[in-house]
């Protein structure tokens, strides 16, 4: 079983601010099989990339993923006050699907 | 557009049964798998259970396994998951996903939340 592990826990930065959350996995992810979620309170996740690098359908461009075998980065250019909320990775290579335990990312 | 509504959630005592419908639309449904995710309350995410467009390959998280079973419909368009023996900690919002054509889970639902409580 791959385990990801997300960090930080919790990144407190401003609107206009870059930001980077990390995403390490216990062993290599197959084909980069990498995603990342954005989930706000109340509301399912969307997907912003897959794929470890593709962004999906109207994720904007200061959406970025980065990284292959079993480190992966999203960074986020410019903070939007929309970007503030949870921040999943995933790995759908290989049996069990896992999820990282989030990065919260609130304003400072 | 693509829409999964889900249903079958509610109150079920500890030991009982359950089994959630995921009603999809928007896209050719016999072409595409799909997954079974939930959280719990104030938690992260937690990978469930998958199926293949066709029905003919299932994975489970390994924690589940043998109580839950996944399951699609392609004629009437419609994942299921059925859940037997609930405890407390399968109490959580149930989302279904479907998967673009590189195996990503792109389109989620709204979710159906599931309490497991005497």
């Known amino acids: 079983e791959i385990v990801l592990t997300q960090s930080p826990g919790t990144l407190s930065l401003s609107p206009g601010e870059r930001a980077t959350l990390s995403c390490r996995a216990s062993q290599s992810v197959s084909s980069s099989y990498l995603a990342w979620y954005q989930q706000k309170p109340g509301q399912a996740p969307r997907l912003l990339i897959y794929?470890?690098?593709s962004r999906a359908t109207g994720i904007p461009d200061r959406f970025s993923g980065s990284g292959s075998g079993t480190d992966f980065t999203l960074t986020i250019s410019r903070l939007e006050p929309e970007d503030f909320a949870v921040y999943y990775c995933q790995q759908y290579g290989s049996s069990p699907y896992s999820f990282g335990q989030g990065t919260k990312l609130e304003i400072k | 557009q693509v829409q999964l509504v889900e249903s079958g959630g509610g109150v079920v005592q500890p030991g009982g049964s359950l089994r959630l419908s995921c009603a999809a639309s928007g896209f050719t449904f016999s072409s595409y798998g799909m997954h079974w995710v939930r959280q719990a309350p104030g938690k992260g995410l937690e990978w469930v259970a998958f199926i293949q467009y066709d029905g003919n390959k299932k994975y489970y998280a390994d924690s589940l396994k043998g109580r839950f079973t996944i399951s699609r419909d392609n004629s009437r368009n419609t994942l299921y998951l059925q859940m037997n023996s609930l405890r407390a900690e399968d109490t959580a919002v149930y989302y279904c996903?479907?998967?673009?054509?590189?195996?990503?889970?792109?389109?989620w639902g709204q979710g159906t939340l599931v309490t497991v409580s005497s």
């Open positions: 996903a479907k998967v673009n054509i590189v195996a990503a889970p792109d389109y």
């Open positions: 794929g470890a690098t």
